[in-house]
């Protein structure tokens, strides 16, 4: 139980902390990126421990927030759940993810990979997954993230997200009508 505290005090320090720098840098953001894997240790003050507590309580909580997705959207549509949550994103452990992301953000060209998409690579390389399909999916983390960063110079993120949500809409009367 004191474990689970702890837990939930470090996620809700990063949740205040972090965002606190990142609207000193005035950029709009959606996820985590390296930039932000990296800050960890000055938060923790140098403190290895604390250090990885931090990152460690960041990817419990996207598997956490994923598995608890999944089994809402399960429970209305099993085959689409499947289909949308295909990736592995927890064959490595939580202290191998760290790992695994400390290594992968070393690499200046990946810093801005989002956490989520890192931690898909991450478990992609623990499989052995061949090189070709984790190159391929690193070309297209960056692009669609790219993307989405030229997309939000122009519009907010709630127009972005409604846009989404109505093309949804349209998708779903189309398929009504078949």
Do not use: C
């Amino acid at each position: 139980m004191n474990k689970v505290i702890s837990t939930l005090l470090i996620f809700f320090l990063i949740q205040f902390l972090i965002p606190t720098e990142a609207h000193a840098q005035q950029r709009n953001r959606f996820f985590w990126d390296g930039g932000d894997w990296k800050r960890v240790n000055q938060l923790a003050d140098g403190n290895l421990n604390m250090e990885y507590r931090i990152k460690a309580a960041y990817v419990n909580g996207v598997l956490d927030g994923r598995l608890f997705f999944y089994l809402k959207t399960w429970s209305v549509e099993q085959g689409f759940a499947d289909s949308l949550y295909a990736e592995t994103i927890d064959y490595l452990s939580p202290r191998e993810i760290v790992r695994s992301l400390d290594n992968f953000y070393a690499d200046p060209i990946m810093v801005y990979v989002p956490v989520p998409s890192a931690m898909i690579i991450a478990n992609m390389y623990g499989e052995r997954i061949p090189l070709k399909i984790i190159d391929a999916y690193v070309q297209q983390t960056k692009f669609w993230i790219n993307d989405l960063h030229l997309r939000m110079d122009e519009y907010s993120p709630a127009e972005l997200l409604e846009g989404k949500h109505k093309k949804h809409l349209e998708k779903e009367k189309g398929r009504r009508k078949k």
